[in-house]
């Protein structure tokens, strides 16, 4: 029987969230199916991966200097050379260190290596400690990766110059578009009235966790600047800034408008109601966040980075602002909800445009990459 084996670093957050689908095709093709990943569920008897039939718990961090990593290295190279699966498919940048790393021999007897980068840590704009660190390690691991697979354009530019066998791009991890039917009107006004909103609000929402790379401060500071009463923005996610984002809602008179939700599951269905949805990271791949949004049919207003502006066309599906410029936001909010034709038009945009980030579509183009490695 053929083997697979998908690593990542954690299970929770990365492979039940984005690659069940791929596992899944795998197994219907008869193949054995592992995982390898820590198990970051609170619970750990909740990890449950479908269509897994192994799963190895191995100790990876997301920090590179952490000394769990070697353990990890050395667990893994154990499982590699036990099992001599015909393909890995290695995620995220620990993950994929490690992995390539411990893959060596395996590979020289035939194991194919397929690398995913989410995206960079060395990016346009990113430290000089980032270029440093994860730059030439990328560059070197690059000669033990058969497949490199990049999902926005910065990164897929760059990836050319490194010597893996292959590179591909693909369009993300695939969005499942089915669940992203269109609210009727009673059951937009139901979301409105939950959430306490009146004919004359403007409902903006934005879904990232609460750290400093998703740059949320920015958001508050651009309400603060409309000086409109009825602009509401309801933030969907949890992190260590809640505190500090809160206190300067408080601090700029905002605390009304600004709504904090946590962590929710139903974002889809608040999506649905809403009116618009802002984004201001500092640093993507390709998010999720802003593809929901424009299934939902959202115009959107994100920050000028690599990723989003793979998915944001200037003035047609929102606009892109550089993440820091508080006035830019403002005035970006402002074309779009002083415009009720131009909302509209956007709107129709972004539907027909994120039909080819569909799960459909990137799994039509992810077998087409494992039959060549098969």
């Known amino acids: 029987m053929k083997k697979v084996l998908f690593v990542a670093t954690v299970v929770r957050l990365h492979i039940n969230m984005f690659h069940k689908p791929f596992i899944k095709w795998f197994h219907d093709q008869g193949w054995q199916v592992d995982v390898a990943a820590n198990n970051d569920y609170e619970n750990k008897e909740e990890c449950v991966i479908p269509y897994c039939d192994h799963f190895y718990c191995i100790p990876f961090e997301r920090s590179p200097f952490r000394k769990e ?112 039917v269109e609210a009727m009107p009673e059951e937009k006004q139901e979301v409105r009235r939950v959430f306490g909103l009146q004919n004359e609000d403007i409902f903006a929402i934005s879904v990232a966790q609460l750290i400093k790379r998703k740059n949320d401060i920015v958001l508050i500071q651009a309400v603060a600047k409309l000086n409109n009463p009825h602009f509401h923005l309801f933030i969907c996610g949890d992190g260590v800034q809640e505190t ?65 502006s793979d998915l944001i066309d200037q003035g047609k599906g929102g606009y892109l602002v550089n993440p820091m410029d508080v006035d830019g936001f403002v005035k970006a909010i402002h074309k779009i909800t002083d415009n009720k034709e131009k909302l509209e038009k956007m709107k129709k945009y972004n539907l027909k445009k994120i039909q080819k980030y569909s799960i459909d579509a990137v799994m039509d183009q992810m077998v087409e990459l494992y039959r060549e490695m098969m």
């Open 69 to 180: 990593n070697f353990e990890a290295f050395f667990q893994l190279k154990k499982l590699l050379e036990k099992e001599k699966y015909d393909i890995i498919h290695c995620h995220t940048p620990m993950g994929s260190v490690v992995t390539r790393l411990a893959a060596g021999k395996v590979r020289k007897n035939g194991t194919k290596v397929i690398y995913t980068a989410h995206g960079f840590h060395f990016f346009n704009g990113a430290s000089l400690i980032n270029w440093l660190v994860y730059y030439p390690v990328e560059r070197i691991l690059a000669h033990r990766t058969d497949l490199l697979i990049t999902m926005n354009q910065e990164d897929y530019k760059r990836s050319q110059t490194f010597k893996a066998k292959r590179n591909a791009y693909v369009n993300g991890v695939g969005l499942d578009l089915k669940k992203f």
């Open 244 to 308: 500090e984002l809160k206190t300067k809602a408080l601090e700029l008179g905002v605390e009304n408008q600004i709504h904090f939700l946590g962590f929710r599951k139903d974002v889809y269905k608040i999506s649905s109601a809403a009116d618009l949805f802002l984004f201001a990271s500092l640093q993507e791949g390709l998010p999720v966040a802003i593809m929901e949004a424009m299934a939902c049919g959202l115009p959107i207003v994100a920050s000028k980075v690599r990723g989003n």
